[in-house]
């Protein structure tokens, strides 16, 4: 059990190592590119650091045991859990950092335009998620129109984030770098540095949850939890500590363009490509409430997000209730 504690412990401070890595090659990459703060955030971070929670829940479908159920159980809880994580205890993290540095009521200020989008979006694309779980089985030909629907929505807000980059850079968002390139002390300072930095640190994010989901396994297989409560609760937990430490990474620099687009990007990824990928390969249906709570507090947490930002105050103190929605589904599974 201490080896278990001491590899999730070593890992997330690896994670934290090359989350620090990845931001800096972002932001240089940003700036050399000449791209906004929305286009790095909500598209280049929210993709980059998608990749272990887009990992586990494919091979978990495509490549699991032989308990085909098991597999779709994962598969589907990893799926819920990381939209949950973001939208509860990222934006919760968050509030932490900015209340701490700046003051409980000090206003966060993302670039309003990109966040109401990121959110518009995903609560298009989640509606199709939670509506696609009603198809019967014997209408695949519906859950394979969700699935396009799906990808059509992402495509979309692809192109509508990158059409307003440059206006947005002309306005004063565009990308800047914090500092120079970490690479540069051994190698010239260049965007194929900045490339092999970005790749670098992204490897070791992969690696690093992948560890952490391998750790936590061994810790709930110990305390005997249901696979999907494991998959809705720790895997999520593990693959999603990239986007949360960036987020608080440029929250304490007062980047609150990148720290919000980084959350509400992946979560636009996440809410729409993966389950559309995930409807292609297996049945999508929400047979545990654990699946359904979970997805309908993700819409919450992330529905506050947007009432602060467009008619409240998006301040830390208001923006740590968000956390209170994670406790509500803890609160569900334990009682």
Do not use: C
């Not at 001491?6 to 972002?26: D, H, P, Q, S, V």
């Not at 992948?210 to 750790?215: H, K, M, P, S, Y």
């Not at 249906?285 to 467009?310: E, K, N, P, T």
């Amino acid at each position: 059990m201490y080896d278990t504690v001491l590899l999730l412990l070593g890992t997330i401070g690896l994670i934290y190592f090359a989350a620090e890595y990845f931001t800096n090659a972002l932001e240089y990459l940003g700036e050399k590119m000449g791209v906004s703060e929305g286009v790095t955030g909500s598209i280049f971070a929210a993709i980059g650091t998608a990749m272990p929670e887009t990992i586990v829940p494919i091979v978990a479908i495509v490549a699991g045991g032989d308990n085909v159920a098991l597999n779709h159980d994962v598969g589907m809880g990893a799926i819920l859990g990381a939209p949950l994580m973001l939208a509860t205890i990222a934006f919760f993290l968050v509030a932490i950092t900015a209340g701490i540095k700046r003051g409980w009521s000090t206003p966060l200020h993302p670039e309003p335009s990109g966040l109401n989008r990121d959110s518009i979006t995903f609560f298009l694309a989640y509606t199709v998620v939670i509506g696609a779980s009603f198809i019967p089985d014997d209408r695949r030909a519906f859950a394979i129109a969700a699935a396009v629907a799906l990808f059509a929505i992402y495509f979309i807000y692809l192109t509508m984030t990158i059409l307003a980059s440059k206006n947005l850079v002309e306005a004063g968002h565009g990308t800047e770098a914090n500092g120079p390139l970490y690479f540069a002390k051994y190698f010239s300072s260049s965007t194929l540095t900045a490339s092999g930095q970005l790749l670098f640190a992204l490897a070791i994010l992969v690696m690093s949850a992948r560890l952490f989901v391998d750790g936590v396994a061994s810790t709930s297989n110990a305390l005997g939890i249901a696979p999907i409560v494991v998959a809705l609760l720790l895997a999520p937990l593990a693959t999603e500590l990239p986007e949360k430490v960036n987020s608080m990474l440029w929250t304490a620099r007062g980047k609150d363009t990148l720290a919000f687009g980084n959350l509400t990007g992946a979560m636009v990824f996440q809410g729409s490509i993966i389950p559309g990928i995930a409807m292609l390969l297996m049945p999508w249906h929400f047979d545990s409430i654990y699946a359904m709570l979970a997805s309908a507090l993700a819409v919450m947490g992330a529905l506050w997000v947007f009432v602060l930002q467009r008619w409240l105050s998006l301040t830390p103190k208001f923006l740590l209730l968000n956390g209170l929605f994670y406790v509500v589904f803890i609160m569900f599974v334990i009682l």
